[in-house]
Nanobody, 127 residues
Framework: QVQLIESGGGLVQAGGSLRLSCAAS????????MGWFRQAPGKEREFVAG????????YYAESVKGRFTISRDNAKNTVYLQMNSLTPEDPAVYYC????????????????????WGQGTQVTVSS
């Protein structure tokens, strides 16, 4: 079992920045590929960013590439999502997720493969 707790959401002006954190407890954090997803009202949950458990590979949705950065600190059992240049298209509940992925260099964009999910943190962007 892995427990995931997100924090860092809030209200920010368009063009501003936020850093989300996801603290993990339970099984060895480094065994998991980690992903960030988001879900806006009336929309399906979508992939935002992923980080392989080896730390070799990162993946981003086209809509956030160049603005968001995913990172992880295995010593702190934490994954981060630095979000810069936020736009009115970014507001959503952001979720982190953990996937016991066999390939150490891969993180999936497909949410059903993820085994554990946090409760989500709300991000709101004012124009």
């Amino acid at each position: 079992q892995v427990q995931l707790i997100e924090s860092g959401g809030g209200l920010v002006q368009a063009g501003g920045s936020l850093r989300l954190s996801c603290a993990a407890s339970g099984r060895t954090f480094s065994s998991y590929a980690m992903g960030w997803f988001r879900q806006a009202p009336g929309k399906e949950r979508e992939f935002v960013a992923g980080f392989s458990r080896s730390g070799i590979s990162t993946y981003y949705a086209e809509s956030v590439k160049g603005r968001f950065t995913i990172s992880r600190d295995n010593a702190k059992n934490t994954v981060y999502l630095q979000m810069n240049s936020l736009t009115p298209e970014d507001p959503a509940v952001y979720y982190c997720a953990a996937d016991l992925e066999r390939n150490p260099a891969y993180a999936s964009r497909w949410s059903p493969v993820y085994d554990y999910w946090g409760q989500g943190t709300q991000v709101t962007v004012s124009s």
